[in-house]
């Protein structure tokens, strides 16, 4: 008897939102999806099209997942993701994608649209992921640490998975007992903060914070084992991802610019997590990162302030 082959379709996706300044959308879409190169450039997003342009045409594209569905506050900018990312539906109102998707991306890094996007979704049972950072309110937090448990919410940083910072994951003796991480990033804390915590909390697990101290735009975050770390944010003139880690047995500067591969790798655990039920990255790591954040917020200058867990 010939066997039985069973032709399993793509999952199908939602991409949802666009924020000022954030071209995640596009970078998302055409990473699952590819993209149309004139539709790319008509976008308007030359960064984005300039590094899609650059990759191997074979890490383009998902075989088990497709944006189907789009669906932003502005029609423009969801026909101009449509065309770019070559995505089949272009959805009048967000409520229309459920039942319509099996996992929604929301793609905006302003905080506070973040719940009333995200809720009727994950209420309904669709997994979702949010664009970092996922809220930057103790309380809206609360409401979604259910579903980060059950596998349903992904929220992260994609440096939490930046190819450069490989070397840390695979050895984190890399430079001996680990002592100080120091890192630039480009502009505010809110918003960009959470790129270096991710980053660092991505490659060294073992990484415990436990209080921090504000210095104007510059946060010293003392950890489990007399670690440091520094997280500095430059301003919107200051095109910087750049760590510095420091060790028993030496240093390494490192410069963050594979945001194809940080975002490739994260769209890829989401679809996982999708597929498996399994979260991609653990409630406590999201709990660490985000309490991290929240904290940094409230800190005044030179106050040592215990970071208090979510």
């Given at each position: 008897?010939?066997s039985l082959?069973i032709d ?5 996706l939602?991409?949802?939102g666009?924020?000022?300044g ?13 993209y149309?190169?004139?539709?790319m ?15 191997d ?17 502005d029609?423009?900018?969801s026909?101009?993701i449509?065309r770019?990312c070559?995505?089949d539906t ?8 459920i ?10 890094d302003?905080?506070e649209?973040h ?6 979704f ?7 992921f ?5 809220t ?6 609360a ?19 930046a190819r450069e910072?490989d ?12 002592v ?6 480009i502009k ?5 903060g959470i790129h270096?915590?991710?980053?660092i ?11 921090l101290?504000?210095?104007?735009d510059?946060?010293?975050?003392g ?6 770390v ?15 880690v ?11 610019s ?12 989401f679809?996982?997590?999708i597929?498996t039920?399994e979260?991609q990255?653990s409630?406590a ?26």
């Amino acid at each position: 008897m010939d066997s039985l082959v069973i032709d399993k379709k793509p999952l199908r996706l939602g991409i949802v939102g666009a924020s000022p300044g954030n071209g995640h959308a596009f970078s998302f879409s055409a990473i699952i999806n590819g993209y149309d190169s004139g539709g790319m450039a008509d976008a308007g997003w030359d960064g984005i099209h300039r590094y899609l342009d650059k990759q191997d045409p074979a890490d383009i594209g998902f075989p088990n997942a497709r944006i189907t569905h789009v669906w932003t506050q502005d029609a423009d900018i969801s026909a101009k993701i449509a065309r770019a990312c070559e995505v089949d539906t272009i959805a009048a109102k967000l409520r229309d994608l459920i039942g319509h998707v099996d996992g929604l991306i929301i793609a905006r890094d302003d905080a506070e649209t973040h719940a009333p996007m995200a809720m009727p979704f994950l209420e309904a049972g669709i997994p979702v992921f949010v664009d970092k950072p996922l809220t930057i309110d103790s309380v809206e937090f609360a409401s979604f640490k259910p579903y980060l448990e059950a596998g349903l919410l992904m929220s992260c940083s994609g440096l939490r998975f930046a190819r450069e910072m490989d070397e840390f994951r695979g050895n984190p003796k890399a430079v001996g007992d680990l002592v100080s991480v120091q890192c630039g990033v480009i502009k505010g804390w809110d918003r960009y903060g959470i790129h270096m915590i991710d980053a660092i909390l991505g490659a060294f697990p073992n990484v415990m914070p436990e209080w921090l101290v504000r210095n104007g735009d510059s946060w010293l975050i003392g950890c489990a084992n007399g670690q440091s770390v520094s997280i500095s944010c430059l301003g919107d003139n200051a095109p910087v991802f750049a760590i510095q880690v420091l060790g028993r047995e030496g240093g390494r500067q490192i410069k963050i610019s594979d945001n194809f591969t940080a975002f490739r790798r994260t769209m890829q655990r989401f679809v996982r997590q999708i597929e498996t039920g399994e979260p991609q990255v653990s409630l406590a790591q999201t709990v660490t990162s985000l309490s991290v954040l929240l904290t940094g917020r409230i800190a005044k200058d030179g106050v040592v302030t215990p970071i208090k867990r979510l």
